[in-house]
């Protein structure tokens, strides 16, 4: 089956909080996955392989801008593409609301990160220091401008 990049359900909640919970220090709550249903301006998706919820990355549009957070692929599944994959869906879908800009934080030491954002268009613009806890880290902010 051909990996399938959609919008979220509320039924992928529990796999994506498993999923948060093997890949980050300060995971999402199925809560904070619960509000997203709530919030307007938020894009949400995942990419499934197989049947199976194997990533996903989000979006908040505000002031005309795409903050991109929560990219996120379990595992076994890292460098197929696929997290360039949601990255490319998000922007195609900000492209049809009109939106050229993009913006996201990201662990200055997370290389396999930088390189996805790099790949999709997106430049390092500034440092902002002490961003991150568990363990605390400078936050490396990216745009990728239209
Ligand atoms: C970052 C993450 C989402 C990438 O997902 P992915 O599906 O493996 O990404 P892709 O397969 O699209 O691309 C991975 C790229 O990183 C590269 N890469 C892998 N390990 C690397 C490393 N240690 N140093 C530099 N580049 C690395 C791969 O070679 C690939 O680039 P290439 O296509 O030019 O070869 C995934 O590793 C992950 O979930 N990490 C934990 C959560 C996280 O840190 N999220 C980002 C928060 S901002």
């Known amino acids: 089956m051909p990996l399938i990049i959609r919008k979220i359900k509320e039924t992928d909640i529990d796999r994506l909080a498993e999923i948060e919970r093997d890949s980050f220090s300060r995971p999402w709550t199925?809560?904070?996955f619960r509000e997203l249903f709530d919030i307007p301006y938020?894009?949400?998706?995942?990419?499934?392989?197989?049947?199976?919820?194997?990533?996903?990355?989000?979006?908040?549009?505000?002031?005309?801008?795409?903050?991109?957070?929560?990219?996120?692929v379990w595992g076994d599944f890292r460098g197929r593409g696929i997290a360039s994959r949601l990255i490319e869906e998000l922007i195609r879908l900000g492209e049809e609301e009109d939106i050229k800009d993009y913006t996201l934080e990201v662990r200055v030491s997370n290389a396999p990160a930088i390189r996805v954002y790099e790949?999709?268009?997106?430049?390092?613009?500034?440092?902002?220091?002490?961003?991150?806890?568990?363990?605390?880290?400078?936050?490396?902010?990216?745009?990728?401008?239209?």
């Open 30 to 32: 199925r809560e904070a």
């Open 119 to 146: 790949k999709s268009g997106f430049k390092g613009e500034g440092v902002r220091p002490g961003f991150y806890e568990d363990p605390t880290e400078d936050a490396l902010i990216m745009w990728r401008r239209g």
């Open 42 to 72: 938020a894009r949400y998706l995942v990419a499934e392989l197989d049947g199976e919820v194997v990533g996903s990355a989000g979006m908040r549009v505000i002031a005309g801008e795409g903050n991109i957070d929560n990219v996120v």
